[in-house]
């Protein structure tokens, strides 16, 4: 067990502001740590001293002479036009083979391993960083805030990478899920000290929040005995025959001392529309076509034939991969889509309030925060309440008399968020709600949708906040949207398990299919010469399938999210064009794969 980093005395500031203040924290080779503390804290900056980006004002860290750091870029690292197993060659070393191979364990394969890297999405770049990692043999991980912009896929499988990298990781993250996942230790910074927790983060937290309670419990105790002191002494120190007991007891005065106890940060308080429970159906879909209707009156469908039932008072998560229809359905439903076929019926007396970009970016640019929340708000709202509300999705003091038309994209959208929870409706249909908050605030936002008791229906990324809110899940995928038969825990199971299926089968391909230059291990009947010429073809083939696909994968990506009639047209041509080659491929291959299977040559 070496000791990978030890950090003695570390000293850093900012002006006034105290980062590292006789910090000490040592990594050793085979633990992984979750790097935790209030956001400017220091976290960052301790890494970038680490990587050796910034110095200490004093104290030292002490590397191991067989260090290898490997760090996670929040930067793109990327050229122009660079394809993602181009840039893995370039910043490696290694041969392609190699690249390949190690991109395979990211699910990196076809056009998103051999296309233009730049036109990856920031899951799929993020994949790409870490097969750059592992190519370089690194014994210690430095990982800032990995999971920012990964879907639910991809977290899951960076988290099945990291349960089995075998070296040590120094991870910086706000997601509590996947700490717990990932993590062994708990590294927390607080007022400028460092400290190590040999647990995983919620029993750090919890321990944190017991020693907060003993200190508190103990303070009291100091402080009644300081009070008892001091009137003795305030009492007795001017008489001659007690002033002698009086100093004494002033020594044992000055000796006693309370112990600092950081406060918790401010919490942000949300309350959600204040309505009478309903029951019953509050939608239905009745075999509905969801998708796009293009110039000239053609139709583009992201998925038909949905028979869904909402019922009130649930919270429904809309789940799947990004890309397969999520955000379509939602508006679809709401009625900001038109439907392609079938119908979308609401129940009575359902007042549906809608967050989505479409409608932030809407939003009347002549007023002031405070004027659009004012319009908003139940008539019966006090003006103290739309303050606090206004407080807790960060629109302050002088920020509430903002003009709307200045506020970034960021700021629109909590303040449609606030909007929303000023105002009557029954029904919340959320898109995304957390995209724009803070932990802290994310975490009261789940708060309020427990107490709400109207109907959510709303999709999100944040593990967590999922978990906690939803009571009912709906699955979109390869064209379907369906009532998913369990919940939100069943659903992150299912996908582990695919992910899962897939690595095994990944492994099951690397042991058939060695590395060039190894030789085959295959049936001896079978001259090494003609096994090695089999083989070469179907793996051709098989890297052709793979390309194939994923450029047809793409390109219905592309089709779903394209809003241009024309562009949506194309493409769906290109899918049908791919989708034939695709189907000669496979036939190849099976016909290989027979003659293959039935050669009887002798070495």
């Not at 041969?95 to 890297?117: H, I, M, S």
């Not at 959208?413 to 929303?420: D, M």
């Amino acid at each position: 067990m070496a000791v990978l980093i030890q950090i003695r005395d570390a000293h850093k500031s900012y002006g006034d502001q105290i980062l590292l203040d006789g910090a000490e924290a040592t990594l050793i080779d085979d633990v992984k740590v979750g790097f935790v503390g209030r956001n400017g804290a220091g976290k960052s900056t301790l890494l970038r001293v680490l990587l050796d980006e910034e110095e200490l004002e004093s104290g030292e860290v002490i590397k191991h002479p067989d260090l290898r750091v490997g760090y996670l870029r929040q930067h793109d690292p990327f050229q122009p036009d660079e394809s993602a197993l181009d840039f893995l060659m370039r910043d490696s070393g290694q041969p392609d083979w190699k690249c390949g191979e190690v991109a395979g364990q990211f699910e990196l394969k076809g056009t998103y391993l051999e296309g233009p890297v730049s036109k990856l999405s920031s899951g799929w770049q993020t994949r790409v960083k870490l097969a750059a990692l592992l190519l370089h043999d690194p014994n210690l991980l430095l990982l800032d805030e990995p999971t920012n912009f990964l879907d639910l896929r991809t977290q899951i499988l960076l988290e099945h990478f990291l349960r089995g990298f075998r070296q040590a990781c120094l991870i910086v993250s706000h997601d509590r899920t996947f700490l717990m996942a990932t993590c062994t230790h708990t590294l927390d910074i607080s007022r400028g000290k460092l400290t190590m927790y040999p647990g995983k983060i919620e029993a750090f937290l919890e321990n944190q929040k017991a020693q907060r309670e003993h200190d508190r419990r103990v303070n009291t105790t100091v402080i009644t005995k300081q009070q008892q002191l001091q009137r003795f002494v305030d009492k007795n120190r001017g008489s001659p025959k007690t002033s002698s007991q009086a100093r004494s007891k002033q020594k044992q005065l000055d000796r006693l001392q309370t112990t600092e106890i950081e406060v918790d940060e401010a919490t942000a308080h949300i309350r959600a529309p204040i309505v009478e429970p309903r029951q019953g159906p509050a939608v239905r879909c009745m075999n509905l076509d969801m998708g796009y209707v293009l110039e000239g009156g053609d139709k583009l469908s992201i998925a038909s034939g949905i028979d869904l039932e909402i019922e009130h008072g649930s919270r429904t998560a809309i789940v799947g991969d990004n890309g397969e229809g999520k955000t379509t359905l939602l508006r679809t439903v709401v009625g900001s889509l038109e439907q392609l076929g079938g119908g979308v019926r609401w129940g009575h007396h359902c007042k549906i309030g809608t967050y989505a970009q479409h409608v932030y970016t809407s939003l009347p640019e002549h007023q002031t925060v405070l004027d659009y929340l004012e319009y908003k708000a139940n008539p019966e709202t006090t003006d103290q309440h739309v303050l606090a509300l206004a407080g807790a999705l960060l629109f302050r003091d002088s920020h509430v008399k903002k003009k709307i038309k200045v506020l970034s994209g960021g700021e629109r959208a909590r303040l449609c968020l606030a909007g929303l929870l000023l105002g009557t409706y029954n029904i919340l249909v959320l898109d995304e709600p957390g995209n724009h908050l803070d932990v802290e605030t994310t975490e009261a936002l789940a708060q309020a949708l427990l107490a709400y008791k109207g109907t959510v229906i709303f999709t999100a990324h944040d593990r967590s906040f999922m978990q906690r809110v939803a009571t009912f899940v709906i699955e979109v995928r390869d064209g379907r949207a369906r009532n998913y038969i369990g919940d939100y825990d069943a659903y992150l199971y299912a996908i582990n398990k695919e992910i899962d299926e897939g690595e095994r089968h990944l492994k099951s391909k690397k042991s058939k299919t060695p590395p060039p230059g190894k030789p085959a291990k295959g049936d001896h009947r079978i001259s090494q010469r003609d096994q090695r010429k089999f083989q070469k073809k179907i793996g051709n083939l098989e890297r052709k399938i793979a390309r194939i696909d994923d450029v047809k994968r793409q390109l219905n990506k592309e089709m779903l999210e394209t809003t241009d009639a024309e562009e949506a047209l194309r493409l769906h041509n290109e899918v049908a064009d791919i989708t034939k080659e695709l189907g000669e491929a496979e036939e190849s291959w099976l016909e290989l794969q027979e003659e293959f299977g039935e050669s009887d040559f002798t070495a």
